[in-house]
T-cell receptor, first 112, second 111 residues
Framework: NAGVTQTPKFQVLKTGQSMTLQCAQD?????MYWYRQDPGMGLRLIYY???????DKGEVPNGYNVSRLNKREFSLRLESAAPSQTSVYFC???????????FGPGTRLLVL | GQSLEQPSEVTAVEGAIVQINCTYQ??????LSWYQQHDGGAPTFLSY????GLEETGRFSSFLSRSDSYGYLLLQELQMKDSASYFC????????????FGPGTRLSVLP
């Protein structure tokens, strides 16, 4: 089992460029999440998906879109990157109703 | 809005006991979790409390008082490898979909 995988590991973008962060899990989990982590601010929820075909906004959704492609995959898209989106992005998954979230290794994004 | 507060830093020596507190003010509450994160790594789950009281998992214990909107993580017999950041997280809804995390506490364990 690979658990939760994320690609890419690192990315540098120029302001206004777009990109998609990929996340996949092989644990048959229903729920998947995207967080961003900035220094001193902990993890902030961007979007989550309770099941295939459903997505909901979290605390900081502006500037992002998501797609729950199937049960395994949950992608995060930045349509027009801004320097304020420089952060580390973590994907996580869990079985619905349970507490333990399993996190991927993260994507470090720098927007110049 | 949602608000979780933790001390920003805690320092202790090997073999000691340390307590990391978390207070919360949230629109909903269905449980308090704790996560550990080493520098450059991903958060990993440590413990969870849905009801008042103490939960023990090896060297780590977690406590919750819902009436006080307060919880803590207790780490015993500290080891150098426990140096990391620790986050509390509140589950906001009954289906476990929505979570909010605290800002984190950086624990430094000294020899």
């Amino acid at each position: 089992n690979a658990g939760v995988t994320q690609t890419p590991k690192f990315q540098v973008l120029k302001t206004g460029q777009s990109m998609t962060l990929q996340c996949a899990q092989d644990m048959n989990h229903n729920s998947m999440y995207w967080y961003r982590q900035d220094p001193g601010m902990g993890l902030r929820l961007i979007y989550y998906s309770a099941s295939e075909g459903t997505t909901d906004k979290g605390e900081v959704p502006n500037g992002y879109n998501v797609s729950r492609l199937n049960k395994r995959e949950f992608s995060l898209r930045l349509e027009s990157a801004a320097p304020s989106q420089t952060s580390v992005y973590f994907c996580a998954s869990t079985l619905t109703g349970l507490e333990t979230q399993y996190f991927g290794p993260g994507t470090r994004l720098l927007v110049l | 809005g949602q608000s979780l507060e933790q001390p920003s830093e805690v320092t202790a020596v090997e073999g000691a006991i340390v307590q990391i507190n978390c207070t919360y003010q949230t629109s909903g509450f269905y449980g308090l979790s704790w996560y550990q994160q080493h520098d450059g790594g991903a958060p990993t789950f440590l413990s969870y409390n849905a009801l008042d009281g103490l939960e023990e998992t090896g060297r780590f214990s977690s406590f919750l008082s819902r009436s006080d909107s307060y919880g803590y993580l207790l780490l015993q017999e500290l080891q150098m490898k426990d140096s990391a950041s620790y986050f509390c997280a509140v589950r906001l809804d009954n289906y476990g979909q929505n979570f909010v995390f605290g800002p984190g506490t950086r624990l430094s364990v000294l020899p």
